[in-house]
């Protein structure tokens, strides 16, 4: 190639390169050892004397010349790359900050709250027991006696047995006679928790669940006692009357025993998954203790008498919510859990 053609090839290219790439790709190309450049020198041995001296100077000094133009790029370039990465790293106060996405209760959570501080306005106050339970406590202590079918690990029983001989609490009832045993009367208090049943899973039943427990012990108690402190627990809860019916039923640890109901908040008493389309919502189940409980908790059954009763956190965050199906609420579906 003439020499003359590629100093401006090689200047022509020279003024194009944009970063440090392309320049290292120019070196490479020109002023390696295997270089353009570098290669001309081997054309000169097929000339006179004089004429390779002459042209070697002049190749040698354009050699230099561009050597010092790429180094001269380089810095150039390499000033330009740290100048756009101070702008980007440049902090301006003034310049809004991303908001930081956080989480929230859990709706389950949040109305367990609400619960918990309506029945404290109204004296009772709030304890805990263990969910990992011994039978005593969750059966025979509550005058389930041993055959009953609640107490069937294999047939029709719905409760969890562990490998320590120990159950998954079916209910926070197993907790009263352990506090009637700590707290002297009068007794005033809610235990709310996590209880487990091995229930078919549905609209309305769930494995895992959440209740919560009240108990009156004093020496002058009565239904009436009951209905009216349910009857203002809704009140508050829903913020506005609400309309229930109380039905008599059997429970081993209450006598008199009734299932209370309320009309279906999800479908207004309609009809629908939520309800089994009954329009009613079993809400809780309650009654006067039986004193066989009193007596198993340590204390007098000839002188104290106690109401109890017991209410799914689920369903009534079900009533508030609108939700139809219980199911929602361990789905892990944030969609449905952002809503709150």
């Not at 003359?4 to 790709?25: G, H, M, P, T």
């Not at 900050?97 to 956080?102: A, D, L, M, N, S």
């Not at 209760?105 to 106050?125: D, K, N, V, W, Y």
């Amino acid at each position: 190639m003439n020499f003359e053609e590629l100093k401006d090839i090689i200047k022509n290219d020279l003024e194009k390169i944009q970063d440090s790439s392309q320049l290292r790709e120019f070196s490479s190309v020109y002023l390696g050892k295997k270089g353009k450049i570098r290669n001309l020198f081997l054309e000169l041995k097929d000339i006179s004397l004089e004429q390779r001296k002459s042209l070697g100077k002049e190749i040698n000094e354009f050699a230099a010349l561009i050597q010092t133009e790429a180094q001269n790029l380089e810095k150039t370039l390499k000033e330009k790359e740290q100048e756009r990465k101070q702008k980007l790293n440049k902090l301006d106060l003034d310049f809004p900050g991303e908001k930081i996405e956080t989480g929230h209760l859990h709706p389950l959570s949040t109305i367990r709250r609400e619960i918990e501080q309506i029945f404290q306005l109204m004296g009772f106050a709030v304890v805990e027991g263990p969910e990992i339970e011994d039978e005593w406590h969750n059966f025979d202590s509550l005058n389930i006696p041993e055959g009953h079918p609640a107490r069937d690990a294999l047939s029709l029983g719905k409760t969890l047995y562990l490998e320590t001989n120990e159950i998954l609490r079916s209910h926070t009832s197993a907790a009263q006679t352990r506090f009637m045993k700590q707290i002297n009367p009068p007794i005033r208090i809610v235990i709310p928790g996590r209880t487990y049943r091995s229930d078919k899973v549905d609209a309305s039943h769930e494995v895992n669940f959440y209740q919560i427990e009240g108990l009156m012990i004093d020496e002058n108690v009565s239904v009436a006692n009951l209905k009216a402190i349910l009857q203002r627990f809704l009140k508050e809860f829903f913020r506005e009357d609400v309309k229930i019916r109380l039905r008599p039923s059997y429970f081993p640890f209450t006598e008199p025993s009734f299932e209370i109901d309320m009309s279906c908040a999800v479908c207004n008493g309609r009809g629908c998954g939520a309800c089994k389309k009954s329009g009613w919502v079993e809400i809780l189940g309650g009654g006067i203790v039986h004193p066989k409980v009193i007596e198993n908790g340590g204390l007098n059954p000839n002188k104290y008498k106690g109401l109890a009763f017991g209410m799914s956190i689920d369903r009534l965050t079900m009533m508030k919510y609108k939700i139809n199906d219980i199911r929602w609420f361990h789905s892990g579906n944030l969609k449905f859990l952002k809503q709150f």
